[in-house]
């Protein structure tokens, strides 16, 4: 089946220890997203690729950085992650030609930082 | 002010019940709109569009009011697996293909 796959579903990192988050799709999809969504709060959006376009969320801090290598894969880095940075990690990606901005989104993963 | 705000709930009810929740936007030039839902500790999954004309889905409808930029969920005849978080999503004008997110209003469906 098509689908949105991220690993690990569980990351734990010790603080300021950087962290890689992974997304691949088999919806060959345009557009891929990153968003944090903290207990009982709506998703946030960190940033999106529209192809090879790196487009960045004013407010995601310097902290968060992203790589799409290709079509199917984009990664999350965190370079020095702070207790505050704990949160479910959600990979979405969406298809412009669709007549809808329908996202598809990934299992999350769920960062710890002790 | 929020740019999709809910009410959190949570609403309590019980099987059989019908529950309604409300959303309210803030941008008038946001032209899709959406509910998720999201169940504990899971990703949020499309329930369904929302249609200027109002649509249904089996026990779901959803209905939208642009004039008053409110959108609004029916689920009738409640079932204990419709226990979740709703989240209401309207597209960002402001951006190509993004979509901004509403907190959520949480559902209990208790026997």
């Known amino acids: 089946d098509a689908m949105v796959i991220q690993n690990p579903r569980y990351q734990v990192t010790q603080f300021g220890k950087p962290v890689t988050l992974s997304c691949s799709q088999t919806?060959?999809?345009?557009?891929m997203y990153w968003y944090q969504q903290k207990s009982s709060q709506a998703p946030k959006l960190l940033f999106h690729?529209?192809?090879?376009?790196?487009?960045n969320e004013a407010d995601t801090p310097d902290n968060f950085q992203s790589r799409r290598p290709n079509t199917s894969f984009c990664f999350l880095d965190i370079r020095s992650p702070g207790l505050g940075d704990a949160a479910m990690y959600l990979c979405?990606?969406?298809?412009?030609?669709?007549?809808?901005?329908?996202?598809?989104f990934g299992p999350g993963t769920r960062l710890t930082v002790l | 002010r929020k740019e999709v705000e809910q009410d959190p709930g949570p609403f309590n009810v019980p099987e059989g019940a019908t529950v309604a929740f409300n959303c309210t936007y803030s941008?008038?030039?946001?032209?899709?709109f959406f509910w998720y839902r999201q169940d504990c500790r899971k990703e949020p999954k499309l329930l369904m569009s929302?249609?200027?004309s109002g649509n249904e889905d089996g026990r779901f409808t959803a209905q939208l009011n642009r004039a008053s930029q409110y959108i609004s969920l029916l689920i009738r005849d409640s079932k204990l697996s419709d226990s979740a978080t709703y989240l209401c999503?309207?597209?960002?004008?402001?951006?190509?293909?993004?979509?901004?997110f509403g907190a959520g209003t949480r559902l209990a469906v208790h026997p």
């Open positions: 979405a990606t969406s298809n412009p030609t669709e007549s809808t901005d329908t996202q598809y």
């Open positions: 919806l060959n999809h345009n557009v």
């Open positions: 690729y529209y192809d090879k376009d790196f487009n």
């Open positions: 941008n008038s030039a946001s032209q899709s």
């Open positions: 929302v249609y200027s």
């Open positions: 999503v309207v597209n960002s004008p402001r951006g190509y293909n993004k979509l901004i």
